[in-house]
């Protein structure tokens, strides 16, 4: 790379760490890391560091498009080889640090966008919950997928909390030729919900036994429209929860009951 | 994305950026001095685009062929500048990024300009050129002595 094009801030932050931790440095080096200094920290004052609350993205004002992954290829290969084994280890949360994933704090939390990001493509049609709204410049730049504001014709449903998801019925559910064509709903908000919420009894393909499920966010309401979803076997919806450092699949097939033996 | 620059004339200077000639691009980026630092949205990735053609202006358009392809997305400031350039060159295509993100600030638009201008007169240059050592080889056919005449 030619030295009169400046380098990207972010790979400058990465060289003046190494700088600092090598001591033994020719002056030179040094003086340039000094000369990047300011520019740096500029940089990375400006670019948000932490996702606050989730509300805040339904500001309304579109927000421009960020960077995505630091390795495309890689990380949405990691990330989907992660969304696998939580639909095949239904309703545990499988930990993952997607922190590592980005340099700079995408505009959906980290599980949501690098989901966003791996299962998205121009042929999958997204549709954005009111808080996550604002992202639809990231989310078009990044993966290319047609923004639906009707969620009936979404094939990939991004929620920002239960209370903004549709009702189940309402969305794609497949059809009987091609079940596979329903929609997947990634649904932020829920495992790292703190209140006490349902203690479920969770079965199914890929649970030897009856594991229980803390559903913390999880309403009477959706273990109710989860049942039907399951009756509608092989078509109905699946859901990925996303966590700040971790993912649990809830996939069709699954079974939900409380586990205080209410029918 | 919103703009108020009117859409000819960004892209006249995209297609300068990406036609131009890598070393003369970076050696008038690099006359500007210290540039500010930038942010990547997308790293130059190279890829395959389908090329179409038309045989004539009422023919249908085909599928002429793959071409390879880079692209490059970056913020600097806020602006977000993008670069499409043929081949693999990923350098190429980041200077040309750069220069299409700071010619959206009013401080180096000037500058940017100037650029495009300078390698559109590149460019205008090597056409001349070519055609004129086409020109040479043309051939005037209706000079030529045919063979009854020749005695």
Known sequence: MPTNLPQPSQSQAHRSQDHRAQAQRSQDHRAQAQRQGPAQSKTLAKAPTEIPNVAAFGSGAPIKPGPGFNDYPMDSQAVFRLALEAMSKPAQAIPFDFGALFKTAPPLPRAVAALALTLADHLTPVWLSPSFAATENFMVFHTSAPIVRDPEKAALVLAASQSELPPLSLLSQGDPRYPDRSATIVLAGVLDDPSPGLSLLASGPGLAEEIIFEGHGLTEAFVDQWALNRASYPLGLDVILAGNASLAGLPRSLALKPKDGRA | ?151
């Open chain 2, 1 to 151: 994305m919103p703009s108020t620059e009117p859409v000819l004339e960004r892209k006249r200077l995209m297609r300068a950026l990406a036609l131009g000639r890598e070393d003369r691009l970076i050696e008038l980026m690099g006359q500007l001095g210290d540039l500010p630092p930038f942010e990547y949205l997308r790293k130059p990735q190279k890829g395959l685009v389908m090329v179409k053609a038309r045989a004539d202006a009422h023919n249908a358009p085909f599928n002429l062929g793959e071409a390879l392809a880079t692209r490059c997305s970056l913020s600097v400031n806020g602006n977000v500048g993008h670069a499409y350039v043929l081949g693999d060159e990923p350098t190429k295509c980041l200077a040309a990024a750069l220069a299409d993100a700071l010619a959206q600030d009013p401080d180096y638009r000037p500058a940017i300009e100037q650029i495009a201008l300078a390698l559109e007169m590149d460019l205008a240059r090597e056409r001349a050129a070519k055609l004129e050592k086409i020109q040479k080889t043309k051939v005037e056919f209706f000079t030529l002595v045919r063979g009854e005449d020749a005695d």
